[in-house]
């Protein structure tokens, strides 16, 4: 590893991270020699629609997998509202919706068995649940789609399965790797929407994605993650400046390559 992260004192826990929906404290994370995340600081915002954006092996679903306590950091913390994610992870999930990048749901069940289930799952009462799920269907465009089963779903159908999933039990905070990817515009704009009253009432949104017009249109808030590292994190007008959000998306992130070496392509 090369930076140790810095371990939070009790005053940054007290402050920052209790204050924050989502606070990341020197997170690191190596698979054999290559380093992943290599102690990444961040906090989100309670009422944030925060983006989360960055090259293709950035380190973007690490970190958030680590943020989520789906895989065990090497070092460093999470606190979600104040709640350590690895030390008191029964409290913390309870206050997490997840949508984790390939997921793999229980899809021998039907669309409506998978969202009762998470609600059974998270303790709720089944009158309660069954209503929800009604909502959530009729909200995502999946009712008539209710009895088939997940196995026989399109990949858009599934995001929007495992979407309504993590939303079941009302999470303080959602936390969705890739939400819009293979969605059509009209669940896209759907889900914008949804999640968007969702910030309006209090919750709090990450989303990570590679689409940067989306990212600048729906997020308040943005960080760029290149190499495991934070390069620029705060509001989007803060990090974007006068230039687009792609723009300087490229300007930080760089490795732009011309099609020079590919002359064997041209047909013309
Ligand atoms: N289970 C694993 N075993 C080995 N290497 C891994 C594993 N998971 C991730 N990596 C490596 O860690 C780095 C970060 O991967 P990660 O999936 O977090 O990136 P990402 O920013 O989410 O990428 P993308 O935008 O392509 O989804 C990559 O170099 C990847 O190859």
Not at 211 to 217: A, T
Request: proline share 4%.
């Amino acid at each position: 590893m090369t930076s140790q992260p810095v371990a939070p004192d009790s005053s940054d826990r007290d402050t920052v991270a209790g204050r924050s929906a989502l606070a990341l404290r020197g997170l690191a994370k190596r698979f054999g020699d290559k380093i992943a995340v290599n102690g990444i600081d961040l906090d989100v915002p309670v009422g944030s629609f925060y983006g989360l954006v960055g090259p293709n092996g950035a380190g973007k679903t690490t970190t958030l997998s680590m943020a989520t306590g789906l895989l065990r950091p090497e070092n460093g913390q999470a606190w979600v509202h104040g709640v350590d994610v690895w030390q008191n992870p029964l409290k913390a999930k309870k206050l997490m919706g997840i949508l984790p990048d390939g997921v793999r749901l229980f899809d021998r069940l039907t669309g409506e068995q998978l969202v009762t289930y998470a609600g059974l799952l998270r303790g709720m009462d089944r009158e309660e649940v069954t209503s929800r799920v009604g909502d959530l269907l009729r909200a995502l465009d999946l009712t008539n789609d209710a009895g088939t089963l997940v196995v026989d779903y399109s990949a858009g159908m599934t995001k929007k399965i495992a979407l309504a999933s993590a939303l079941i039990h009302a999470p303080r905070l959602l936390v969705l790797d890739e939400p819009f990817e293979s969605v059509d515009p009209v669940s896209a704009a759907n889900i914008r929407d949804i999640l968007s009253s969702y910030v309006a009432s209090g919750g709090t949104v990450i989303v990570s994605s590679h689409v940067m017009d989306l990212v600048q249109r729906m997020c308040d808030h943005v960080a760029v993650i290149a190499a495991g590292t934070v390069l620029a994190a705060g509001t989007v007008d803060a990090v974007r400046g006068e230039a687009s959000l792609e723009d300087r998306f490229v300007e930080l992130v760089g490795g732009r390559n011309t099609a020079e070496g590919l002359a064997w392509l041209r047909t013309l």
